[in-house]
């Protein structure tokens, strides 16, 4: 359509992008305000840590190139959670809440790109990632001395990203098959607490069954959390890329995307 | 309360615009025909007014014409354009204020504006906008603390936030107080001096008989009646109806001519007389109880109201019992 982008004024993928930035000032702002958002992204993951650190003190873990601190262990581990909670579950909360309240479809009947709204929710959601991730980093360092890594940190921090975005896709894919806003919460919760259980989030995988690390290996969650670990661990060598988990949280988020382009809507589905 | 043809913006001689315009609409659901052969047009700058029964086929026929849906068949323009192809720039020229919605959470009234404004290509000031809908004193409030009321406020204040030349309002006041909907009535009549053309849902037959340049009613999914509130179904020549109590000791019988011709009835205990002419029965009428040195202390004289046209039109007839399906035989 030449005529929209000459009233416009605007090429389209400029466009989109400005409109990105600007849905993403507003979707942040309204995330910071918010008092379940605030908890359950940025303060349940810190009181995590805090616990599983504590009572796992005295134990060591075996990782590849050598033993670390349980304590230590548990930064990438409850990292994993963070990056989870600040994009799949609060997007799936979130964006359903705001498809069943009608808030989508009335910025559907505006010009406003679709893109421009789900790329600016997704940066919303990596933006909240970083921060929660830079907050782990500070604790593990602070209370269990647990170096932060400068050498690995590109690798860490690309995995951060490429792991938000992945479920951020999982999240719109989640959300097209939820119904109504009250199922949101529960379900996350349902599908990601088992995940983390065997996953090496709450528990160290080498303190579990091999047949239950082989279950975990099929879902992302369980690559999310070993690219964090490499990245992070100070065993380490060379730049910390666990490239062929990272294929396999990026392939996920593929699927989620693909299922979420075929199945999302602006409309309630519920009534 | 119309609209002069210089006021839309038309020359002499030339038909007013239409912005909207439908003809034979049909939409089917599986099995189900919601609408079936609709037509209908809006002029540039006039308020119309949809009505008719849940399950008729407005919310369907409303959500084709913003785009949100895609029609069976038909011919459907709106500013020109086909809804259902129409990209970003038909988009900008509309506004939609839904039935439900809540405000975008977290943010403040003034925040939810330039969130909107920003999608737009030419917005309307903030200020200016949250002015028109009469919530200049809440820019900084919560969105999700307002009132009812000023919740639809903000919907009508982010719907014309793009400067619109059409608004889809549908059911604007559902759910409000005498006094909210007065407000909000002025706010649409304001509308009207803004020159945008509005596209009015209602169940409420007042705000129509209010607001509406025209209605139409749609009864299963096909426009049953259309014209000006006043003339709606031929109102305006239908007969008055006179209600009055007869003074103790009077019976139909001393009645003048005029008037007892014209009873058709009883409504409780008054008698109900129905005339073409209001005054060739009410004159002889007020002269009898003058000579009688009586008074009609509950005397009603009425012609059928907007809503009686309405429920006419809408509420489905007495249907005879239809005999029950035949059993089949093997």
Redesign the interface.
């Given at each position: 359509?030449t005529?929209?982008a000459v009233?416009?004024?605007e090429h389209k993928a400029s466009r989109t992008a400005r409109?990105a930035l600007?849905?993403f000032s507003?979707d942040l702002?309204?995330?910071v305000?918010?008092r379940q958002s605030q908890f359950f992204t940025l303060a349940l993951p810190i009181l995590f840590l805090l616990i599983f650190a504590s009572v796992f003190s005295g134990n060591d873990v075996k990782v590849s190139g050598g033993r670390l601190s349980a304590s230590v262990v548990y930064v990438p581990g409850i990292m994993t959670l963070g990056i989870i909670s600040a994009s799949f579950v609060n997007l799936v909360i979130?964006v359903t809440?705001?498809r069943e309240?009608?808030?989508l479809?009335?910025?559907?009947?505006?010009?406003?790109?679709a893109a421009a709204i789900i790329a600016g929710r997704a940066l919303t959601a990596v933006v909240a990632a970083l921060g929660v991730t830079v907050a782990l980093l500070a604790i593990g360092w602070a209370a269990y001395g647990a170096s932060i890594p400068a050498r690995t940190a590109p690798a860490l921090a690309v995995t951060v990203v490429v792991g938000t975005v992945a479920f951020c896709c999982l999240g719109y894919a989640l959300t097209s098959v939820i119904r109504n806003e009250d199922a949101a919460q529960p379900v996350t919760q349902a599908l990601m607490l088992p995940l983390y259980f065997i996953s090496g989030v709450f528990v160290p995988v080498s303190s579990l069954p091999s047949w239950l690390v082989n279950v975990a290996d099929v879902f992302p969650v369980r690559h999310l959390a070993a690219a964090l670990l490499v990245a992070y661990n100070p065993h380490t060598t060379g730049s910390g890329f666990a490239g062929w988990d990272l294929l396999i949280v990026a392939a996920w988020g593929g699927a989620g995307l693909v299922l979420a382009v075929r199945r999302f809507s602006w409309?309630p589905l519920g009534h | 309360m119309t609209i002069s043809l210089e006021d839309r913006g038309v020359g002499p001689g030339l038909e007013p615009e239409r912005v909207i315009e439908v003809r034979d609409l049909h939409m089917q659901y599986g099995r189900l025909e919601a609408v079936r052969g609709l037509d209908l047009h809006v002029l540039r700058g006039e308020v119309f007014a949809f009505l008719g029964p849940n399950g008729a086929g407005k919310t369907t026929t409303v959500e084709i014409l913003e785009g949100f849906r895609r029609r069976t068949s038909g011919h459907v323009s709106v500013l020109g354009d086909d809804p259902q192809l129409a990209g970003p720039s038909w988009r900008a020229r509309i506004g939609v204020v839904l039935q439900e919605s809540a405000p975008e959470r977290d943010l403040t009234v003034a925040e939810c504006l330039r969130l909107y404004a920003g999608y737009y290509p030419a917005p309307r000031g903030v200020a200016e906008t949250l002015a028109l809908v009469g919530l200049a004193d809440r820019a900084g409030s919560t969105a999700s603390r307002l009132s009812g009321g000023q919740r639809r406020r903000l919907d009508v204040a982010l719907a014309l936030i793009g400067d619109p030349e059409l608004v889809f309002l549908d059911e604007p006041t559902t759910g409000f107080d005498p006094s909210a909907r007065r407000a909000a009535w002025d706010m649409v009549a304001g509308l009207r001096t803004l020159g945008v053309t509005v596209f009015l849902t209602t169940h409420y037959m007042e705000e129509a008989e209010r607001l509406a340049d025209r209605v139409a009613v749609v009864v299963q999914g096909r426009i049953v009646a259309e014209g000006t509130p006043g003339s709606l179904a031929g109102r305006d020549r239908a007969a008055v109806e006179i209600r009055f109590s007869l003074p103790e000791g009077a019976s139909p019988e001393d009645l003048p001519a005029s008037v007892r011709c014209a009873v058709v009835g009883r409504d409780g205990e008054r008698l109900l007389v129905r005339t073409a002419s209001t005054v060739s029965a009410l004159g002889p009428l007020v002269r009898w109880a003058e000579d009688r040195g009586v008074d009609l202390p509950d005397l009603e004289v009425r012609r059928p109201s907007l809503e009686d046209v309405y429920l006419a039109l809408t509420v489905p007839e007495q249907v005879a019992v239809t005999a029950p399906e035949p059993t089949r035989v093997p």
């Open positions: 359509m005529t929209t009233q416009l004024g409109l600007h849905q507003y702002r309204a995330l305000r918010n979130s809440a705001q309240s009608g808030v479809k009335r910025r559907r009947a505006t010009p406003v790109p409309v | -």
